[in-house]
T-cell receptor
Framework: AQSVTQPDIHITVSEGASLELRCNYS??????LFWYVQSPGQGLQLLLK??????LVQGIKGFEAEFKRSQSSFNLRKPSVHWSDAAEYFC??????????FGIGTKLQVIP | NAGVTQTPKFQVLKTGQSMTLQCAQD?????MYWYRQDPGMGLRLIYY???????DKGEVPNGYNVSRLNKREFSLRLESAAPSQTSVYFC??????????FGSGTQLSVL
């Protein structure tokens, strides 16, 4: 069965600092991978997705993620965090059977 | 273009009552999903339907049933609600190699 691990439940960074949110997955074949963001009281917005091809994926709002098959990881990065990036971030893994499961999320706090 | 429509938006039930959450999408998507979201637990997959005519259990199916009524509609039924089912429920849909499109959510309280 597939699974997603987001080891950091809560992260605090200073505005302007770089950010990396970790995501590890477990699945026997090549998965497809997503990062979503959710602001308080809001729905989920897709930041980026990986299905195949280039393992470095660019997304919206200046985010990028890199798929590393050898490490079963899909970490999310941003070179300079803005206060508006404070939100909860979810990594998700999908399979060819269309089953999509999410991690427990990482809450990002941005301090001025 | 409505996207994914969920009803109701809010619901309060007493323990033991039953109810059905409705979900419809107008994007001609093959796959549909029901998730529940609880603080600190992320989104957990209850059931999904990879295509019309099929349904499969997700991570937390106990206490729920689903019906893929047609390609557009995917309902979630609670036969005998329990306080542990208090949650925010999201329906979603997608096609192959696409992102999930989510409904606006149903906030359910079971007293």
């Amino acid at each position: 069965a597939q699974s997603v691990t987001q080891p950091d439940i809560h992260i605090t960074v200073s505005e302007g600092a770089s950010l990396e949110l970790r995501c590890n997955y477990s699945y026997g074949a090549t998965p497809y991978l997503f990062w979503y963001v959710q602001s308080p009281g809001q729905g989920l917005q897709l930041l980026l997705k990986y299905f195949s091809g280039d393992t470095l994926v660019q997304g919206i709002k200046g985010f990028e993620a890199e798929f590393k098959r050898s490490q079963s990881s899909f970490n999310l990065r941003k070179p300079s965090v803005h206060w508006s990036d404070a939100a909860e971030y979810f990594c998700a893994v999908g399979t060819g059977y269309q089953k999509v499961t999410f991690g427990i999320g990482t809450k990002l706090q941005v301090i001025p | 273009n409505a996207g994914v429509t969920q009803t109701p938006k809010f619901q309060v039930l007493k323990t033991g009552q039953s109810m059905t959450l409705q979900c419809a999408q107008d994007m001609n998507h093959n796959s549909m999903y029901w998730y529940r979201q609880d603080p600190g637990m992320g989104l957990r997959l209850i059931y999904y339907s990879a295509s019309e005519g099929t349904t499969d259990k997700g991570e937390v199916p106990n206490g729920y049933n689903v019906s893929r009524l047609n390609k557009r509609e995917f309902s979630l039924r609670l036969e005998s609600a329990a306080p542990s089912q208090t949650s925010v429920y999201f329906c979603a849909s997608t096609r192959v190699n696409e992102k999930l499109f989510f409904g606006s959510g149903t906030q359910l309280s079971v007293l």
